[in-house]
């Protein structure tokens, strides 16, 4: 890589923080490697205007004058280009482990934190995107987006008790990746950072055994995952009868 960057595409939006998992996932990919970032700005519409006609969907970097689309290829190329550099998946059997929590953990938080919000979700992204946000999450959803989020406040909290397999595995390990973390930690963190991202009222308990890893894994290269835009993750309020 020149001067050691590369040029990064990004899904963000307006209030600056990405949104995307799969970028957020490359994000921490490429900082890994020890590489810098020129960062391409813009939302969901547009994508192939910012990219000269290469592709619909993001993540995609350029590493000089080489593109490359799709996280899982994006990191697979990072470990081939840069094997002297730490490695991100060190064994075919680590990527299918990591594919099968990733399964979990998205469909045990992420489906159901998006139908608490999906309102919060098209508001903080770009106005130019609202309109395609609103259309194409009624048609995944079959459903407005004022009706999707209804009963969120009972809904929240039946997701805590579900995140137990990552409990016990962090109170017995640092990372996934062991003593350091690795490509799995990241897309992993990729489900708390998209969360953070939307959420207009925190999703999980000031007390939640998470909270350490999901601390930590923010923290990493200088505090990646606390950039503008965030939100708490951290403060919801049980109520009387909700799971703990």
Not at 131 to 141: D, G
């Amino acid at each position: 890589a020149k001067d050691n960057r590369i040029i990064f595409y990004d899904l963000a939006l307006s209030t600056g923080a990405t949104i995307s998992p799969f970028v957020w996932a490359t994000k921490y990919a490429v900082a890994h490697k020890g590489l810098e970032m020129e960062v391409v700005p813009g939302g969901f519409t547009g994508i192939m205007e910012r990219t000269g006609g290469k592709t619909e969907r993001l993540p995609a970097i350029v590493d000089d004058g080489k593109w490359v689309l799709d996280s899982w290829l994006i990191a697979e190329y990072l470990d081939e280009t840069y094997p002297d550099r730490p490695t991100l998946i060190a064994s075919e059997s680590e990527k299918v482990m990591t594919e099968t929590l990733e399964r979990w953990l998205w469909q045990t938080a992420i489906g159901p934190w998006m139908t608490c919000y999906i309102k919060s979700y098209r508001d903080r992204s770009l106005p130019q995107d609202h309109e395609y946000v609103t259309a194409s999450r009624a048609r995944m959803f079959g459903a407005k987006m004022d009706d999707i989020i209804l009963g969120r406040e009972a809904r929240l909290p039946q997701v805590l008790p579900n995140l137990e397999l990552l409990r016990q595995t962090f109170a017995e390990h640092p990372w996934i990746g062991g003593e350091s973390p690795n490509y799995a930690d990241y897309r992993l963190l990729s489900v708390f950072l998209f969360c953070a991202s939307v959420a207009d009222i925190p999703p999980m308990t000031a007390d939640e055994p998470l909270r350490d890893w999901i601390d930590r894994g923010f923290d990493l290269y200088g505090g990646l995952g606390r950039c503008e835009g965030m939100s708490p993750l951290f403060g919801l309020q049980l109520r009387e009868g909700d799971p703990e």
